[in-house]
T-cell receptor
Framework: NAGVTQTPKFQVLKTGQSMTLQCAQD?????MYWYRQDPGMGLRLIYY???????DKGEVPNGYNVSRLNKREFSLRLESAAPSQTSVYFC????????????FGDGTRLSIL | KNEVEQSPQNLTAQEGEFITINCSYS?????LHWLQQHPGGGIVSLFM???GKKKHGRLIATINIQEKHSSLHITASHPRDSAVYIC???????????FGTGTLLAVQP
């Protein structure tokens, strides 16, 4: 009963390095989301995919790219990591991009030195 | 001013106490979500409500649409209730979830 699986759980990068955060869901959900969580701030939407084949910017998309690889998988890429991208990243999914509960992964704690 | 505000930011209670966490929002919404985040990070959806009241075990969520206010109550609190409780409003101009900053609850035995 995996739900939403994120990899890796922890990562340390140097400024300028690139990496991809992976997310997969096994609930046959249509919509997937990437959030970042920073101290003193609520979760903020980076990008989302309302359905397979579509992606849209959220509140804080700068410095990130996403790929909806198939219905199950939605990846987040940092092309040139910056210290300001140090955060905890959460992937979530919901049946549709509408007012429905979202199911969250366990998060990826990312530090950029 | 944040569109979704929670109070208090931190709350310490003794086991058995009745707990209330408040959430106010300034946007038009179609529903209000309450989520729980345990130490170690996992986030779980507790409630989604657009009117009235919902109850699940010792947790009760209420919403007053006219006053743009929601509350999460925990009856007979227990140390395992210690977590961050987050409210999120769905709707407004963005048609997405707008999250509050969370309330850190510690229930002491």
């Amino acid at each position: 009963n995996a739900g939403v699986t994120q990899t890796p759980k922890f990562q340390v990068l140097k400024t300028g390095q690139s990496m991809t955060l992976q997310c997969a869901q096994d609930m046959n959900h249509n919509s997937m989301y990437w959030y970042r969580q920073d101290p003193g701030m609520g979760l903020r939407l980076i990008y989302y995919s309302a359905s397979e084949g579509t992606t849209d910017k959220g509140e804080v998309p700068n410095g990130y790219n996403v790929s909806r690889l198939n219905k199950r998988e939605f990846s987040l890429r940092l092309e040139s990591a910056a210290p300001s991208q140090t955060s905890v990243y959460f992937c979530a999914s919901s049946e549709w991009h509408s007012n429905q509960p979202q199911h969250f992964g366990d998060g990826t704690r990312l530090s950029i030195l | 001013k944040n569109e979704v505000e929670q109070s208090p930011q931190n709350l310490t209670a003794q086991e058995g106490e009745f707990i209330t966490i408040n959430c106010s929002y300034s946007v038009g919404i179609s529903a209000l979500h309450w989520l729980q985040q345990h130490p170690g990070g996992g986030i779980v959806s507790l409630f989604m409500l657009s009117s009235g009241k919902k109850k699940h075990g010792r947790l009760i969520a209420t919403i007053n649409i006219q006053e743009k206010h929601s509350s999460l109550h925990i009856t007979a609190s227990h140390p395992r209730d210690s977590a961050v409780y987050i409210c999120a409003a769905y709707g407004g101009a963005t048609n997405k979830l707008i999250f509050g900053t969370g309330t850190l609850l510690a229930v002491q035995p």
